[in-house]
Nanobody
Framework: QVRLAESGGGSVQAGGSLRLSCAASGNTYSRYCMGWFRQAPGKEREGVAVIASDGHTNYADSVKGRFTISKDNTKNTMYLQMNSLKPEDTAMYYC???????????????????????WGQGTQVTVSS
């Protein structure tokens, strides 16, 4: 069991930056595969980035080079630094946790939302032109 709560969303112009935070409580979050997902109105939920318990990361092609996922285990907090934001990044962003291996977290996690059993409530990111 782990409880997740996102924060840091907001409205920015294209090219701007935001940093999302996900605070975890409950079971030791460092044991989980952690990820960020997003969902725009009328669209499927899609993976953005994942970080394994060993610190290795993977990103969706659409955000690679612009977004950075990280975590601070001492604070039980995960972050998503979003730079060079585009209007197509507009979505509700969710943090999630999965009890899967580091290997599968890295190679499958960003494309397998079904593997994540714990979800936050979401934080809205809106990017205008």
């Amino acid at each position: 069991q782990v409880r997740l709560a996102e924060s840091g969303g907001g409205s920015v112009q294209a090219g701007g930056s935001l940093r999302l935070s996900c605070a975890a409580s409950g079971n030791t979050y460092s044991r989980y595969c952690m990820g960020w997902f997003r969902q725009a109105p009328g669209k499927e939920r899609e993976g953005v980035a994942v970080i394994a318990s060993d610190g290795h990361t993977n990103y969706a092609d659409s955000v690679k080079g612009r977004f950075t996922i990280s975590k601070d285990n001492t604070k039980n907090t995960m972050y998503l630094q979003m730079n060079s934001l585009k209007p197509e990044d507009t979505a509700m962003y969710y943090c999630a946790a999965a009890s899967i291996s580091d290997f599968f977290c890295r190679i499958r996690g960003v494309s397998d939302a079904g593997a994540f059993g714990y979800w936050g409530q979401g934080t809205q990111v809106t990017v205008s032109s």
